[in-house]
C-alpha cells in the first residue's frame, strides 16, 4: 500500500511540474495534456523505472546496436566505394585498436560484425577493411569466419580478395587450400594478382606440390606485369624444383626489369634454396647493378643448403677483396660469420691485417676469424 502511494505521489508530482512547465517563458507557452485517468501516473511512474532500467542493462550490454552508417550511392565507381569503405571503416578500427575501454572495443566489433552480417555493399567492404586493419587486436577472430565466407564469392572484386585474406586469419579448415587455388583462374585480373600470394599463405609456404604446379602455371604468362605480382606472392616460399628453374630462368632474362623482380622478390627470398639457386645468387653478386648484387648477398644469408655453404664463403671472400670502396662488406662479413670455416682462414686473416682498415671492420673480421676457426 505504501509502495502504490510513493507511487501515486510521484506520478501526481509529474503531473504538477508539467503544469509549472506551462506557464509562460517570454512570448511561448508549452502545452501540457492533463490527464483524467487517476491511474496514469502510476502508469507512468512504472514506465519511467522501466526506462531507467532498459537503459541500464544497455549500457551494460557486450553487444552494441550497429552505429548509423552511410550506405554508398548505388552510381559510386569501385574506386570511390573503396574510399567510402575506407573513411566509414576509420572509427570501427580506431575503438577496437585502443586499449583502454573494453566497451568501445567491444562496439567496433560489433560494427564489423553487423557489417559483414547484413550490410549494403559498401557496409560488407567497410567490415572486410576493418577486421584486416584490426588483425593486432586482442579479440578471437574465429567466430569472424561464418560472416566471412558468403564474401567469398562476392560480385565486387576487391570484397572477394579481402575476404580471403580475412579468412585466413579465422578459423581454417580442410578444403580451404583447394578453394584458393581456383583463384589463379579468377575472372577479375585483381584478383589473379594476388593468387600466388593467397595460395602461398594457405599452403604455409609450401609450394612444392600442386600448388606449385598452379603457380608456375601463372608464371609462364606472358603478361609481364602479372609475373610480377606472382613473383612477389612468392616471398619467403619453397619452391618446386620446377618452380625453382622457372624464377632462375626469369632472373636471366634479357629485360632488366624483369631479372630484378625473380631475384628481389623470388630467388633472394627462397626459403629451400638448392645448390643451383645458390650458384645463380653468387653469379649475380657481380651485378655492378647493387639493386640486384645487394639483394643476392642479402639472399644468401638463409635458405643456403650445408653443402653449398663453402661455396657462399668463398664468394664473400671474392667480393670483399675486390671492392675497393667497401661497400659489400657488411654483407659479406655477415655471411662470412654465418659460414666461414678452416679453409676460408687464411683469407680473412689477410683481409684483417690491411693497415687501412677501420677498427670496426677489423673487430667483425675478427669475429669472423673465431667462427672460422671453430668451423661451421
Known amino acids: 500500500m505504501k509502495s502504490l502511494v510513493f507511487q501515486i505521489g510521484a506520478g501526481v508530482a509529474l503531473v504538477l511540474c508539467g503544469v509549472l512547465i506551462g506557464m509562460q ?25 522501466a526506462e531507467v532500467e532498459r ?5 551494460k550490454r557486450v553487444r552494441q546496436a ?38 568501445r572495443r567491444d562496439k ?6 553487423h557489417a559483414l552480417r547484413e550490410g549494403s555493399k559498401v557496409e560488407v567492404l567497410a567490415g572486410l577493411h576493418a577486421f584486416l586493419n584490426c588483425l593486432k587486436a586482442d579479440f578471437d577472430k574465429a567466430p569472424f569466419r561464418e560472416l566471412i565466407e558468403p564474401h567469398l564469392t562476392a560480385d565486387d572484386a576487391w570484397a572477394r580478395r579481402n575476404a580471403w585474406y ?43 606440390g600442386d600448388s606449385g604446379d598452379i603457380v608456375l602455371g601463372m608464371l609462364n604468362n606472358e603478361d609481364q606485369a602479372m609475373r610480377r605480382e606472382v613473383l612477389r606472392g612468392m616471398w619467403g616460399a619453397a619452391f618446386s624444383p620446377e618452380l625453382e628453374a622457372r624464377v632462375i630462368e626469369l632472373s636471366r632474362a634479357d629485360d632488366r626489369d624483369q631479372q630484378h623482380d625473380a631475384i628481389y622478390f623470388a630467388l633472394s627470398t627462397q626459403a629451400n634454396k638448392s645448390v643451383g639457386s645458390v650458384l645463380r645468387l653468387i653469379e649475380v653478386l657481380g651485378d655492378p647493378d647493387w639493386n640486384n648484387s645487394g639483394r643476392a648477398s642479402w639472399g644468401l644469408r638463409y635458405g643456403v643448403p650445408e653443402d653449398a655453404e663453402p661455396m ?10 675486390e671492392d675497393a670502396q667497401g661497400r659489400s662488406w657488411k654483407y659479406g662479413l655477415e655471411l662470412l660469420k654465418r659460414y666461414a670455416g678452416p679453409e676460408q682462414l687464411e683469407a680473412i686473416e689477410a683481409l684483417a691485417a690491411r693497415e687501412e682498415l677501420p677498427a670496426p671492420l677489423r673487430e667483425e673480421l675478427a669475429e669472423a676469424e673465431l667462427q672460422a676457426a671453430r668451423g661451421r
Open 55 to 59: 537503459s541500464v542493462h544497455r549500457s
Open 108 to 113: 567496433g566489433l560489433e560494427a564489423i560484425r
Open 66 to 103: 550497429p552505429p548509423t552508417v552511410p550506405t554508398g550511392s548505388t552510381d559510386r565507381s569501385p574506386a570511390e566505394l573503396r574510399l567510402d569503405a575506407g573513411e566509414i571503416a576509420r572509427e570501427w578500427i580506431a575503438e577496437v585498436m585502443q586499449d583502454e575501454d573494453d566497451f
Open 166 to 208: 580475412a579468412l585466413y586469419h579465422t578459423e581454417r579448415r580442410d578444403g580451404d587450400v583447394e578453394l584458393v587455388r581456383a583463384l589463379a583462374d579468377d575472372p577479375s585480373r585483381e584478383v589473379r594478382e594476388s593468387a600466388s600470394h593467397l595460395i602461398a599463405m594457405y599452403e604455409d609456404g609450401d609450394l612444392t
Open 25 to 49: 517563458i517570454g512570448t511561448r507557452k508549452v502545452v501540457v495534456v492533463r490527464s483524467h485517468d487517476p491511474a496514469e501516473p502510476v502508469v507512468r511512474a512504472h514506465q519511467t523505472a
Open 312 to 321: 657462399v664463403a668463398e664468394a664473400a671472400l671474392r667480393m670483399m677483396q
